[in-house]
């Protein structure tokens, strides 16, 4: 059968069809990387229509996260975070609480500026 879409992206529409608020993607990353870029940037697409979602696997959880403020507490993500822009850059960023803070930063995708930045405190924002 051919189709346009993966089957994450297919299953997606169907919970969201379903009134789904939040989806939680497992085992969304693996060997094929072309597979695992598609469903990172799949939730951008979740987010911009009004859901929460996830990809989670025994090393990281992934979401993608709009313009506003988040605190980010270390038992929900672990003890290490990165944000890395979908975008060309992501403007004005203020990281509170990890090694290093950073107010009012400009992310590139193109860099590795905010690569592994440790949480130091019960939680960062």
């Known amino acids: 059968m051919k189709k346009d879409f993966t089957d994450t992206e297919l299953a997606c529409d169907v919970a969201i069809n379903e009134g789904a608020k939040q989806i939680v993607l497992l085992g969304a990353t ?3 990387m072309d597979h695992t870029l598609g469903v990172i940037y799949l ?3 979740l987010e911009n229509k009004g859901v929460t979602a996830y990809i989670v696997d025994q090393n990281n959880v992934i979401r993608c996260l709009k313009p506003g403020r988040y ?3 270390e038992f929900e993500y672990g003890k290490y975070l990165s ?3 979908l975008s060309d850059s992501a403007e004005c960023i203020t990281i509170k609480g990890v090694a290093y ?3 009012n930063a400009r992310f590139l995708r193109t860099t590795t500026l905010g ?3 440790e949480i ?3 939680k960062a924002f």
Do not use: A, K, Q, Y
Request: no cysteine; aromatic share 4%; glycine share 4%.
């Open 30 to 32: 693996g060997r094929r």
């Open 120 to 122: 130091t405190n019960d």
């Open 83 to 85: 944000f890395i822009p």
């Open 115 to 117: 690569i592994s930045n």
């Open 101 to 103: 803070e950073v107010e």
């Open 71 to 73: 605190d980010l507490h």
């Open 43 to 45: 939730l951008e697409h």
